[in-house]
């Protein structure tokens, strides 16, 4: 079944770590995304995939990273975790076709972090 | 600025009740309009997704509406339930943009009781 996955799902860490956090998809899509969402607000794009080895920052400034050497994942990597970090992080694809195919996106479960 | 602007922000209705949800946007040039549920600690799923052509979309007990006119929309509701407890998300995507760009709104946070 075509589907999106993000882990962990909920990660509690102590200043300064190093943190990685996964997403995979199973949906057969080029385009990724990462967004960042706190409670009540709206969700802000801080990166973005074309395809393998193509990355873009979005329009939220990040100290986060971005890797796609494969389609089907998209990890994001803080190098020294704060607590201004501390918010949830959704996944989302989209796939090619017609223009209102590719505007479709699908989000995964997303990751609640939680810097200490 | 393109904006996209919802209310109310939150509300609380009984099980059974029907509701609508007003979105208000700035976006130009328009591409189209979708809404989208969110239930809490999960990611947001589409509910509709309406181009400028077309006024009314429904998905089961969802109605959304659009005036792109006068650069509103409306999700309703019909015979509320409490599983449809959740954010509701207005999202406008632009066009001319490869990206497909989504300007999101903050929600609005529906509670039903029993």
């Known amino acids: 079944e075509a589907d999106i996955y993000q882990t962990p799902r909920y990660l509690v860490i102590g200043t300064g770590k190093k943190i990685t956090l996964e997403c995979s998809q199973t949906?057969?899509?080029?385009?990724m995304y990462w967004y960042q969402q706190d409670p009540g607000m709206e969700l802000h794009l801080i990166h973005y995939?074309?395809?393998?080895?193509?990355?873009e920052k979005g329009d939220l400034s990040s100290e986060s990273t971005v890797s796609r050497i494969r389609t089907e994942h998209f990890p994001l990597t803080l190098e020294s975790a704060r607590p201004s970090h501390t918010s949830q992080y959704l996944c989302?694809?989209?796939?090619?076709?017609?223009?209102?195919?590719?505007?479709?996106?699908?989000f995964g479960p997303g990751t609640r972090l939680t810097v200490t | 600025k393109n904006q996209v602007e919802q209310s109310p922000q939150s509300l609380i209705i009984l099980e059974g009740k029907n509701c609508t949800l007003q979105?208000?946007?700035?976006?130009?040039?328009?591409?189209?309009l979708r809404w989208y549920k969110q239930d809490t600690g999960r990611g947001p799923v589409s509910l509709t997704i309406?181009?400028?052509?077309?006024n009314t979309k429904s998905n089961g007990r969802y109605t959304a509406t659009l005036d792109a006119d006068t650069k509103q929309s409306s999700l309703h509701i019909t015979a509320s339930q409490l599983s449809d407890s959740a954010s509701y998300i207005c999202?406008?995507?632009?066009?001319?943009?490869?990206?497909?760009?989504?300007?999101f709104g903050r929600g609005t946070q529906l509670t039903v009781w029993p």
């Open positions: 989302a694809t989209s796939g090619q076709g017609s223009s209102l195919t590719t505007y479709e996106q699908y």
């Open positions: 999202v406008v995507s632009d066009r001319g943009s490869t990206l497909g760009r989504l300007y």
């Open positions: 979105c208000n946007y700035t976006v130009s040039p328009f591409s189209n």
């Open positions: 309406m181009t400028f052509s077309e």
């Open positions: 949906m057969g899509h080029d385009k």
């Open positions: 995939s074309y395809g393998v080895n193509s990355t």
